[in-house]
């Protein structure tokens, strides 16, 4: 069964800062799709950015990238210039792409606090 | 686009009464999903529906949790009796069949006194 493990209950980080978030991820299949998704205090849960295994390129929103680690099965979140409204909940998921399972796997998260 | 919509928001009841959690997905997605948040805990997904068809419900308590999807449309969770550990967050998601992505509702806040 995969799991993802986020080791990181709270990050702070200075407005304007950069800060980077941890993930780690176990799994036994070749392909799949790992996502962030920040959870804001109105617990809607929101696609920051996604990773396909089978690219080796890391994945880049505006201020989000991700560092993502194949064989180490590592995937983080860099956020640059870190604004207030980026405070939230961050959830590390996995996703199978094997169609008869496409549930997603998530982490227990970690809160980022920004300071002004 | 109309996101996924859920109600109510909030629910408080004593154990062992009963509840059901409404959820309208994204017109034309196929894949559904019901997830529950415990406080300080990433979401455990508890069903999963491909139209009206059940695709995953391995972590569902099926001896006091139900859930349907009629017509492959909204679907509706319910809780009967209800404990005083079902308190939490009930999250409805939606997506295409081949999207890798899900949009999610706002929840519904459970609390079981």
């Known amino acids: 069964a995969q799991t993802v493990t986020q080791s990181q209950p709270e990050m702070s980080v200075q407005e304007a800062e950069t800060v980077t978030l941890s993930c780690t991820y176990d799994t036994s299949e070749s392909d799949y799709y790992l996502f962030w998704y920040k959870q804001p205090p109105s617990r809607q849960m929101i696609l920051v950015i996604r990773?396909?295994?089978?690219?080796?390129q890391n994945a880049t929103e505006n201020r989000f990238s991700v560092n993502f680690q194949k064989a180490a099965k590592s995937f983080s979140l860099k956020i640059s210039d870190s604004q207030l409204g980026d405070a939230a909940m961050y959830f590390c998921a996995y996703r199978s792409a094997d169609p008869g399972t496409y549930k997603y796997i998530f982490g227990t998260g970690t809160r980022l606090k920004v300071l002004a | 686009e109309a996101g996924v919509a859920q109600s109510p928001r909030y629910k408080i009841i004593e154990k062992r009464q009963s509840v059901a959690f409404w959820c309208n997905p994204i017109?034309?997605?196929?894949?559904l999903y019901w997830y529950q948040q415990i406080l300080g805990q990433g979401p455990k997904l508890l069903i999963q529906f491909q139209n009206n068809g059940v695709v995953d419900d391995s972590q569902l308590p099926k001896d006091r949790f139900s859930a349907e999807r009629l017509k492959g449309v909204d679907s509706t969770l319910k809780i009967q009796p209800a404990k005083l550990e079902d308190s939490a967050v009930y999250l409805c998601a939606s997506s295409l069949v081949l999207s890798t992505e899900a949009f999610f509702g706002q929840g519904t806040r459970l609390t079981v006194v």
């Open positions: 017109s034309g997605h196929a894949t």
């Open positions: 990773q396909e295994a089978y690219k080796q």
